[in-house]
């Protein structure tokens, strides 16, 4: 039995410790892999419009397929969530990166909307199973001053995938046509999930839950800098997960940041799912180009990875509170002002590709700083699968876009931008109710990064 000059706190060792260059190139490993995992994600909002004209379908016929997608993630980030809480965050991670690539892959080969519904369905459980493990390890790797910068750096890649979706989009869908796209976004995650397999980037916090990965825990910390004494034993403050872990998420301990955190993530995912899915579709249909409807979901993806790290930024010194309710805000104002901007023939492409840009700069600011968020919120044994079922609550809203964006184009788009703006109006209001939000400069001094 360990006695008090034996005990070792792994987590206060790694919150007190420096943020390693170890440390940081995991997070760039994990970038790596979220955006390609954003570029899944979107890679159908890309091909959609090439898609319904070499088919000769309507758009009606692609929201199946659509929801399909965001089906399987829905039911990703649940399976995903509970699989990194019990049998580790790496493993998870590495079978989600391959599924999806596989998927992504075989869309090549398909002749019909049904068939690729099947495969978006199969990578949709991949893709959404990815992204709480990949803010765990993010989180769990990084020493609690760093934490909310150093998560939704990682999930920012997100949009990021859909900048770089984008300019790919741009590139190959007049020339090489919608199967180059899915190819290239398939056969890129293989390479990824080797890198990941190779790197020792299990997360130090879960591995201390366990006395049989002792070894591993102290090799890992070796590589963080941190030093381990001899005969010292692990302890952590939460225990390893257990049944009923989902049932503790609306324990009273935890019910009202659920909650408020649900619902949340179902308004944000609302909005960003009608501009993935649909903003492509909606500005040809006003008779802008291919090129520039793809430019316009890439800018907005781009303003988005702006206004992420900034938010991340000013979460550290504000908190998130003021600086998620402001951005939720800001992402419903600048939709209004979309509304406000005739599409067709008079549409100002400069006008256009700004409000755009200050659109996803504060949506996505919302999106991502929302696991950071939801690490924060809970505690080690239910990280993983807190924050999956959050986003599960998201992808919700995401299957209803499919359905709702549908609806609106075929009724000709008019209140499209008005639902976006609605959507993040709710958004702010369900992040004022959140109690444990993060606070503004979460520890004193610590040593230098």
Known sequence: MATPETAVDVEALLDRGAWSPFQRLTLVLLSLAVILDG??????????????????????????????????????TFVGGIAGDRWGRKPSLIGSVICFGLATTATVSCRAPLEVGVLRLIGGIAVGAALPNAAALAGEFTPERRRPFAVTAVIVCVPLGGVFGGLLAAK???????????????????????ALAAWPCESPRFLARSPARLDRLMATLKRCGLLWPDGGVPVTHAPAARAGVVGRLLSEWYRRDTLALWLSLFCTQVTVYLVFSWLPTLLKDHGLSLELASE??????????????????????????????????????AAAALFSLPLGSRTPTVGLLALLTIQGFFLNAVQTTL?????????????????????????????????????????????????????????????????????????SPAPSD
């Open 296 to 333: 316009g979901l890439a800018v907005n993806n781009l303003g988005g990875v702006a206004g992420a790290l900034l938010s991340a930024r000013a979460i550290e010194t504000l908190g998130s509170r003021p600086t998620m309710i402001g951005c939720a805000l800001g992402a419903a104002v």
């Open 371 to 443: 696991f950071a968020l939801a690490v924060h919120i809970y505690a080690t044994d239910v990280r993983t699968t807190g924050t999956g079922m959050a986003l599960t609550m998201g992808r919700i809203g995401g299957i209803l876009s499919a359905f709702l964006g549908a609806q609106v184009l075929n009724a000709g788009g008019a209140s499209y931008f008005v639902i976006l703006a609605l959507a993040m109006a709710s958004a702010a209001l369900a992040l004022a109710f959140v109690r444990r939000h993060v606070p503004g400069r979460v520890c």
């Open 39 to 76: 570029f899944n994600n979107q890679v159908i909002g890309f091909a959609l419009p090439a898609m319904i004209a070499d088919w000769g379908r309507s758009r009606a016929d692609f929201a199946p397929v659509l929801s399909a997608g965001l089906i399987g993630m829905a039911a990703g």
């Open 172 to 194: 190959i869908l007049p020339s090489l046509g919608w199967r180059a796209l899915f190819l290239v976004g398939g056969l890129t995650p293989l390479l990824i999930a080797a």
